[in-house]
């Protein structure tokens, strides 16, 4: 059965929403993979009102709410380029995590590929977060390359790309 939907955040209040949601769930899962200072920083940089105010606006970037019968339970970040999509945020709330929200969400990502004919699903994840690294592997997603990217202020993100076919 599936209740999850997807709601485009638009709004300026959407946004807020978002941004916060962001910051609660990077300072609760983030911490045993990276520091602190670090989660504040990736936060402001890449997840505050601005960054994703800038994302959509000029970068093509789509945000959504993962939505439970009018509750918003986690968001989804992606961008389409290069005839595939790239996921580029993809968590949900602590409370919320092992119910089949994350497969329920990854059926209407396939949908939304197949619709826009887009080939693959490609997203980032940091090499020692092997429970979300399981997750993505069991639903489909295979490891391509290893990548380190130098994100400022000392800062890298040292991460698996990952990526999943969608067939016709």
Same mark, same amino acid.
Do not use: P
């Given at each position: /059965?599936?209740?999850?939907?997807?709601?485009?955040?638009e709004?300026?209040?959407?946004?807020?929403?978002?941004?916060?949601? &962001?910051?609660?769930i990077?300072?609760?899962?983030?911490?045993?993979?990276?520091?602190? $200072?670090q989660? $504040?920083? /990736?936060?402001e940089?890449?997840?505050?009102? %601005?960054?994703?105010? !800038?994302?959509?606006k000029?970068?093509? @970037?789509?945000? @959504?709410? /993962?939505?439970?019968?009018? &509750?918003?339970?986690?968001?989804?970040? /992606?961008? $389409?380029e !290069?005839?595939?999509?790239?996921?580029?945020?993809?968590?949900?709330?602590? $409370?919320?995590?092992?119910?089949?929200? &994350?497969?329920?969400?990854m059926?209407?990502?396939?949908?939304?590929?197949?619709?826009?004919?887009?080939?693959?699903?490609?997203?980032?994840?940091?090499?020692?977060n092997?429970?979300?690294?399981?997750? @993505? %592997?069991?639903?489909?997603f295979?490891?391509?390359?290893?990548?380190?990217? !130098?994100?400022?202020?000392?800062?890298?993100?040292? !991460?698996?790309?990952? %990526?999943?076919?969608?067939?016709?």
């Amino acid at each position: /059965m599936m209740d999850l939907t997807l709601l485009q955040a638009e709004t300026e209040e959407d946004i807020a929403s978002l941004a916060d949601m &962001a910051s609660r769930i990077w300072f609760e899962y983030f911490v045993s993979i990276i520091s602190k $200072e670090q989660i $504040e920083y /990736m936060v402001e940089k890449f997840q505050s009102v %601005e960054a994703i105010q !800038d994302q959509t606006k000029r970068q093509g @970037y789509e945000y @959504y709410f /993962m939505n439970i019968h009018g &509750a918003n339970i986690g968001y989804l970040g /992606m961008k $389409e380029e !290069d005839g595939r999509l790239f996921l580029s945020k993809f968590y949900i709330l602590k $409370e919320h995590r092992g119910k089949g929200y &994350a497969s329920q969400a990854m059926k209407l990502l396939t949908e939304l590929c197949k619709k826009r004919s887009l080939g693959s699903i490609w997203l980032t994840v940091n090499r020692h977060n092997h429970s979300t690294i399981a997750v @993505y %592997e069991k639903k489909g997603f295979k490891t391509v390359r290893t990548q380190v990217a !130098d994100i400022g202020n000392g800062f890298v993100m040292d !991460d698996y790309v990952m %990526e999943k076919k969608i067939a016709e």
